[in-house]
C-alpha cells in the first residue's frame, strides 16, 4: 500500500480498465464498419457468432449467459436478426415459451462472410504482436473475466 492508502496492483488494474474501456469503443466502431456492408452492427454480429458456436440450438436466456449480456438486449438483437431472416426460432422440447434461436441458411453465410471480413484485418491488426504476449493478455483478461463473475454471482 502507498501513504494514501491505494495498492499498487490496484493502480495498474484501472489502468489496464481505462485501456479496456477506449479499446472495446475502437473494437466495436472497427467492427462495426467492417460488417456494415453486410447489414451487420458488431452486436448482430456477435450474436450470429454466438448462435454459430453453441454445440446446439440454445434459448435467448442461455445466449445472454453465455455472452454475459442482459437477456433483453440479446432478445431484441435476436428479433431483428429473425426479421432480417438470418436467424429463427425452432420449438424448445424442454420448454414451451422458450423457443430455440437457430441461424438460417442466410444467417450462416451472413456470419461466414463476416469471418472472411475479419481474418485479413485481425491479421493486420496482430501484425508485430508475439503470440505469447498475445497469450499473455488473454489470460489476465480471462482472470479478470472470472473475478467479476464469480463477484456478480456473489
Do not use: C
Request: net charge positive; charged share 25%.
Amino acid at each position: 500500500m502507498t501513504d494514501d492508502g491505494r495498492a499498487p496492483a490496484g493502480d495498474a488494474l484501472t489502468g489496464l480498465i481505462l485501456t479496456l474501456f477506449r479499446a472495446n469503443n475502437l473494437t466495436l466502431t472497427w467492427g462495426d464498419r467492417m460488417v456494415a456492408p453486410l447489414g451487420l452492427t458488431s452486436a448482430r454480429w456477435q450474436m450470429l457468432g454466438a448462435i454459430a458456436f453453441a454445440r446446439r440450438p440454445r434459448p435467448v436466456a442461455w445466449l445472454a449467459r453465455d455472452l454475459g449480456a442482459n437477456r433483453q438486449n440479446v432478445q431484441r438483437i435476436v428479433n431483428e436478426l429473425e426479421k432480417d431472416g438470418l436467424v429463427a426460432f425452432e420449438p424448445n422440447p424442454h420448454h414451451k415459451r422458450a423457443h430455440l434461436v437457430v441461424l438460417t441458411d442466410r444467417g450462416r453465410q451472413t456470419y461466414e462472410e463476416a469471418l472472411r471480413l475479419y481474418a485479413p484485418r485481425a491479421a493486420a491488426l496482430a501484425d508485430g504482436l508475439a503470440p505469447e504476449d498475445i497469450a499473455t493478455a488473454r489470460r489476465v483478461l480471462d482472470t479478470l473475466r472470472a473475478r467479476l463473475e464469480a463477484e456478480d454471482a456473489a
